[in-house]
């Protein structure tokens, strides 16, 4: 099912596309249908997920018998609507860093046993249609198109395999990022670091910056429009991605080239982190075409795609999870 939150008939909603154009509440279509599920069905989508099967089968029921009995469930045109982020208080979005093949090229140093990541709060996420705001001060601000993956349940400590038990879903997150305010926020810093032998420390030197501000800012995680279910996505490893400012192709991907994929990423991520359902894992960045597909266009790259003062609309496309639109508002 392609799931959405959204705002309607004046008040917050989730619910699912019935067909192209169209969004029934999720809450209506259980009623409609019946049953024990009815009287107390989640009205927001991270009750739905923490709630687990058996709300989920409810709801399969009623996406089935909706689309059996169309003209008796009401209906709200995607166009009317207020989109939300389909989840819109996950605990944290966790987003890999440099997890792309083509990116390979420009690492002079970095790990290569595990992925690197960082987190976003939950104050960046906004939705499709959601203008991301920006200030002239922000400097070159670029957009990064990527494949977010939702947390079914709680994961720590698991095994690839069992990684991909906990997903709930996927949906398209844009990871925007400032490079003016991450020149802003980087140092020079000596700190110790181990020796060459067990238990030995020694100084040394290095650059670092932080993602408080440059990763983390109000509407610098637009996610959605839908949030569709694992079944329905059978192959994470087999989707195109593409980026466009206005008209302008500035990437061209395929998640085959992410470095990690699904499974090791949610794994290695639970070593450390705790995940809890919501939870939104944003895979890594698309940023150019495949090297090994001569079909692919050649593209700017999306590092240089300035969304500073840009007038026209920001759209991604997730092959099977629809396209992510946003407006540029300068404040």
């Known amino acids: 099912m392609r799931l959405a939150s959204f705002h309607a008939a004046g008040r917050d909603r989730i619910g699912f596309e019935l067909a192209e154009g169209w969004l029934v509440d999720a809450a209506e ?8 599920a009815s009287a107390d069905f989640p009205g927001d989508m991270l009750t739905l997920i923490r709630a687990g099967v058996p709300a989920l089968a ?10 059996e009995t169309r003209g008796d469930v009401r209906t709200y045109g995607t166009d009317e609507v207020e989109w939300r982020a389909p989840i819109l208080s996950p605990s944290k979005v966790v987003c890999l860093a440099l997890n792309n093949r083509a990116l390979d090229a420009i690492k002079i140093r970095a790990p290569t046993d595990h992925p690197a990541f960082f987190l976003k709060p939950s104050t960046a996420v906004t939705g499709h ?17 990527e494949l977010g993956v939702v947390i079914a349940h709680t994961l720590k400590d698991v095994s690839p395999a069992a990684a991909m ?24 810093v000596r700190y110790f670091k181990p020796g060459a032998t067990p238990g030995e420390v020694t100084l040394g030197e290095g650059h670092t910056s932080y993602p408080g501000r440059y990763k983390a800012s109000d509407t610098f995680a637009p996610m959605g429009p839908y949030l569709v279910t694992r079944d329905e996505i059978p192959d994470p490893a087999a989707l195109r991605i593409e980026c466009r400012l206005g008209e302008k192709l500035v990437a061209s991907d395929h998640t085959r080239n ?4 699904v499974a090791d990423a949610l794994s290695h991520i639970s070593r450390t982190m705790t995940l809890l359902p919501g939870d939104v894992v944003s895979m890594g ?45 300068m404040i």
């Open 58 to 67: 409810a709801l399969r029921s009623a996406h089935v018998r909706a689309l």
């Open 258 to 261: 992410y470095v990690w994929g």
């Open 165 to 188: 038990d906990g997903v709930f879903g996927y949906t398209i997150v844009n990871d925007v990022t400032s490079v003016g305010m991450r020149e802003e926020d980087s140092f020079s």
């Open 129 to 145: 249609r959601c203008p991301i705001r920006l200030r002239a001060s922000f400097g070159l601000t670029h957009p990064e198109p």
């Open 285 to 329: 960045t698309a940023v150019g075409g495949d090297a090994d597909d001569p079909d692919a266009p050649e593209v700017p790259g999306v590092t240089r795609a300035n969304l500073v003062g840009f007038a026209g609309e920001l759209s991604i496309t997730i092959s099977k999870l629809g396209t992510l639109t946003n407006s540029i508002q």
């Open 29 to 36: 279509a259980v009623r409609f249908v019946g049953g024990s």
